[in-house]
Each structure stands twice: as structure tokens, then as C-alpha cells.
């Protein structure tokens, strides 16, 4: 009994926290590669995270 809501509250977290660290990651990367003026800031961190919802996107069918 209860299973179910504790299950959805520990992947909500570890979701939450496995985008927060590869968001992360990629920003030191790219902080560190020759990254155009124009794409520099908010312009790059909106295409991050457009391009990583995508790919979040990708895993919904997956759990059955």
C-alpha cells in the first residue's frame, strides 16, 4: 500500500537531478570550446535545454 506515489516521487528526483547534472556538464564543456558570440548566454542555454527535451521525449515509450 503507498508503493506507488513513493515509487513516482523517487524517479521525479532522480529525473530531476540526472537533468541538472547533464545540463551542468555540458555547460562546463561548452564553457571551455570556442562557442560563436552570438550563442554565448541565455541563446545557448535555451538551445540546450530545447535539445535535451528532445531527448527526454525519446524515453517515454520506453517504459512500457
Do not use: C, H, W
Request: charged share 10%; no cysteine; glycine share 18%.
Amino acid at each position: 500500500p503507498g508503493g506507488t506515489s513513493d515509487k513516482l516521487v523517487f524517479n521525479g528526483g532522480a529525473g530531476s537531478t540526472l537533468a541538472l547534472v547533464l545540463v551542468a556538464s555540458v555547460r562546463e564543456r561548452l564553457r571551455r570550446s570556442d562557442v560563436p558570440s552570438v550563442a554565448q548566454g541565455t541563446a545557448l542555454s535555451l538551445m540546450l535545454a530545447g535539445i535535451l527535451s528532445l531527448a527526454f521525449m525519446g524515453f517515454a515509450g520506453l517504459g512500457g
